[in-house]
């Protein structure tokens, strides 16, 4: 039984520590689900994410929303000092590749239907000419008129 129950604690303590601590943006009218339980950053625990360069960094975001949208677009940068600077090679480029059904295992594209719930997953690599730096990673997914979602999360770039 106390084999059970730790087994149990320990399974309740990892879930409870994969989410990534992440903030609404303070422009954007989207808002996560549940801040706490919508966004997983590989490497990002619950203070500052470490992107180390030559790397990969797995997103997952839950998506819900509030109307339709027939494309999506990234909006993936790098905030240092107050100066937004794009990621290079994600910035403006088309999520819809990387949209799957709510439990995320089948690719669905878009268009994206108001209420339905979705996964965005993408992994990005940390180029190697990315300077060793502290930053806010801002990263929305959207259209022309507004974000399905948009967040922000410190990080620091390490070699």
């Given at each position: 039984?106390?084999?059970?129950?730790?087994f149990?604690?320990?399974?309740?303590?990892?879930l409870?520590t994969?989410?990534?601590i992440v903030?609404n943006?303070?422009?954007?009218?989207?808002?996560?689900l549940?801040?706490e339980?919508d966004?997983?950053i590989?490497?990002?625990?619950?203070?500052?994410c470490?992107l180390?360069?030559?790397?990969?960094?797995?997103?997952?975001?839950?998506?819900?929303?509030?109307?339709?949208?027939?494309?999506?677009?990234?909006?993936?940068?790098?905030?240092?000092l107050?100066?937004?600077?794009?990621?290079?090679?994600y910035?403006?480029?088309?999520?819809?590749?990387?949209?799957?059904d709510a439990e995320?295992k089948?690719?669905?594209?878009?268009?994206?239907?108001a209420?339905?719930?979705y996964?965005?997953?993408?992994?990005f690599k940390?180029l190697p000419?990315?300077?060793?730096?502290?930053?806010?990673?801002?990263?929305?997914?959207?259209?022309?008129?507004?974000?399905?979602?948009c967040?922000?999360?410190?990080?620091?770039?390490k070699?």
């Open positions: 039984m106390k084999t059970v129950t730790y149990a604690i320990l399974g309740a303590v990892v409870a994969s989410a990534s903030k943006c303070a422009k954007s009218k989207s808002h996560l549940d801040e339980n966004v997983n590989s490497n990002c625990p619950k203070n500052k470490s180390k360069r030559n790397t990969d960094t797995v997103v997952e975001i839950k998506l819900k929303p509030k109307r339709d949208f027939k494309e999506l677009n990234s909006d993936i940068q790098g905030i240092i107050d100066v937004p600077i794009p990621f290079l090679g910035y403006g480029t088309s999520a819809c590749p990387h949209i799957y995320g089948n690719v669905v594209g878009c268009p994206l239907k209420g339905e719930t996964i965005y997953r993408n992994s940390i000419v990315y300077p060793t730096v502290s930053l806010v990673v801002h990263w929305g997914l959207g259209d022309s008129n507004d974000d399905v979602v967040f922000e999360v410190p990080a620091k770039i070699a």
